[in-house]
């Protein structure tokens, strides 16, 4: 498709089906195809429904492969040979997972509690977040929203974990942890919540929980919740667990890299240029960002913008790293010859893109046209 739309256009809903494209995820299988997915919200939908492609080119390419009804806000992850699906079944739904051994094309349902329906007493939420692998173990972060308040401040964050050798679509094979909720005083006051967790293996060999925070000035937040060895405790320190993330008003996902010992992260980092725009809808930067502690964080590259932040974003982004690239795919408001999206955050793409040599990038803040 032309234009200009960055990178490689696996699928497009136009503003006027009033089906909106969310929650971009990606996969490797063991025959190095890769695997994508995405949900549909908006009032065309039923919210409830999944769509996942393949590729066999590395991402030249894409085409369908399954479209799952009963699945929402999910990661894509692979297993001891199996593809996994792990999210909630609609929107604030129940908790669910599916296995496919055909690379996407066939999925379990999750009938019940042996089947993949790992949680039915409550309204869940999550996203495409990191299924992490740590000391016998796999961690996936996840919220409910018995909170009250309305969103942002209804989200109660917890970590699920399960044994890697266990059946992972027995509801009894997962460990849940307590669920923390927002305290509106935090942050001076302006403390909405926190959403949208990554498990995170630490420098000291403990699993966080680092969580968007929904906290609308700058330098933007994040929260990093401390996990207990077994799984089943969570807590929080204000005093000394909100940390400066550079996009961390918006959704981001963060990965280890053995080969540089820094987490890296593709986030929303929002120009000074662009600072009078609201930061929680501030999404057409997309900038590389590392760290060697999970605490302090630095910009090392701009590498997607569009100088206009009312229609077009490059957000939600999942990312691998392959060798010295990083795969990534986006959930993209952009340009498209009928109308654009309907604004930044009603997206009508999902896009692939390859950022090749991504340790290399060193370039700060600069945007492309500032860089000499």
Same mark, same amino acid.
């Given at each position: 498709m032309g234009f200009g739309v960055p990178g490689v256009v696996i699928n497009h809903s136009p503003a006027s089906t009033r089906c909106y494209i969310g929650s971009p995820s990606i996969a490797?299988? $063991?025959?190095?195809e890769y695997v994508a997915s995405h949900d549909l919200f908006g009032p065309g939908t039923n919210e409830d429904h999944t769509m996942v492609f393949g590729s066999t080119d590395r991402g030249a390419t894409w085409q369908k492969r399954a479209e799952i009804e009963g699945q929402f806000w999910s990661t894509l992850f692979v297993h001891q040979g199996c593809l996994y699906l792990i =999210?909630?079944?609609?929107?604030?739904? &129940?908790?669910? /997972?599916?296995?496919?051994? @055909?690379? =996407? %094309?066939? #999925?379990? +349902?999750?009938? @019940?509690r042996t089947s993949g329906l790992l949680? *039915? *007493?409550? %309204?869940? !939420?999550?996203? $495409?977040? $990191?299924?992490?692998? !740590? %000391? =016998?173990?796999? #961690?996936?972060?996840?919220? @409910?929203?018995? =909170?009250?308040?309305g969103w942002a401040k209804h989200f109660r964050? &917890?970590?699920?974990?399960?044994p890697i050798h266990? *059946?992972?679509?027995?509801? *009894?094979? #997962?460990? &849940?942890?307590?669920?923390?909720?927002r305290y509106p005083e935090w942050l001076d006051g302006k403390f909405g919540g926190w959403l949208e967790g990554n498990a995170v293996v630490t420098p000291e060999g403990k699993i966080a929980n680092i969580l968007r925070v929904d906290y609308r000035e700058h330098p933007e937040k994040a929260a990093v919740i401390s996990i207990s060895e077994d799984g089943t405790r969570a807590t929080f320190d204000p005093k000394t667990d909100f940390i400066d993330f550079p996009g961390g008003c918006k959704k981001f996902t963060i990965r280890y890299d053995p080969i540089s010992h820094l987490y890296w992260s593709l986030s929303n980092y929002v120009p000074e240029k662009h600072r009078s725009f609201p930061v929680e809808r501030a999404r057409n930067t997309l900038a590389l960002v590392c760290s060697h502690d999970l605490r302090h964080w630095e910009v090392r +590259? /701009?590498?997607?913008?569009h100088p206009d932040p009312e229609k077009h974003a490059f957000q939600y982004v999942d990312w691998l790293i392959e060798g010295h690239d990083l795969i990534a795919v986006s959930r993209t408001a952009y340009d498209d010859g009928m109308g654009g999206a309907h604004n930044q955050h009603d997206a009508n793409f999902l896009t692939f893109h390859r950022f090749r040599d991504f340790r290399q990038r060193n370039t700060g803040t600069a945007? $492309?046209?500032e860089r000499a």
């Open positions: 490797v299988l $063991p025959n190095g =999210g909630t079944s609609r929107q604030e739904g &129940f908790v669910v /997972i599916r296995r496919s051994e @055909d690379g =996407g %094309r066939t #999925w379990t +349902t999750p009938r @019940d949680l *039915d *007493d409550a %309204r869940y !939420h999550c996203a $495409p977040v $990191p299924v992490v692998v !740590h %000391r =016998g173990r796999l #961690w996936r972060a996840m919220e @409910d929203t018995m =909170g009250g308040g964050a &917890f970590m699920m974990s399960a266990a *059946d992972l679509l027995r509801a *009894d094979s #997962w460990t &849940f942890s307590n669920r923390l909720a +590259t /701009i590498l997607l913008y945007l $492309p046209s």
